[in-house]
């Protein structure tokens, strides 16, 4: 049976001046049972120590929050408000890589390279593959394939095949 977080009744607004717009990075530092808090801190934090968070959403579990603060994560943190001390936890992205390195101003990631001999990435109705302002959009929806991209190139050692209903070129 899965144990639900609560978290305490009322996380103060602070003096904090400066409001965050959108989220932040951060991890997940501890998970204090015995008060229902989860301690969470994040890249750029302004206050400079670790903050109580709230959950954004009811369906994580005791166990998905112990996996997060235990093995290489981030979690995606928006704030009430705009308050830089009060975070919400609002997603848990783990990491294939246990090389995460962490300084108060960045959270960086290090390269993940991924071996095998087949490797599948299925989405029910979409996978995106982006990096930048590049990204190849795979749409389940409607079957199509979209790249976005300034400049695209293919190159083959023998021949390059484009084939379809109708080739357009502009």
């Known amino acids: 049976m899965q144990k639900t977080i609560k978290m305490p009744k009322q996380l103060l607004p602070s003096k904090a001046r400066e409001k965050i717009e959108g989220f932040r990075y951060g ?3 501890e998970i204090d049972e015995s008060s229902d ?3 969470v801190d994040y890249a750029d934090n302004p206050l400079k ?11 994580f ?4 929050l112990k996996e ?5 994560s981030l979690v995606q943190l928006e704030f009430m408000e705009g308050d830089p001390a009060r975070p919400l936890v609002r997603d848990i992205h783990f990491s294939l890589s246990d090389q995460v390195r962490e300084k108060r101003t960045e959270i960086i990631e290090k390269t993940v390279h991924v071996k095998a001999d087949r490797i599948v990435l299925e989405g029910e109705t979409e996978v995106v593959i982006k990096s930048g302002k590049v990204q190849s959009v795979y749409s389940a929806k409607d079957g199509k394939l979209v790249e976005e ?4 190139r293919s190159t083959a050692r023998l021949n390059n095949k484009i084939r379809g209903g109708s080739v357009l070129i502009n």
């Open 37 to 39: 808090t989860i301690w």
């Open 61 to 64: 579990s005791l166990d998905n």
């Open 49 to 59: 120590e670790q903050l109580p968070a709230k959950l954004a959403s009811p369906f």
């Open 27 to 29: 991890k997940i530092l």
């Open 68 to 72: 997060a603060s235990l093995r290489p």
């Open 149 to 152: 991209a300034d400049d695209i």
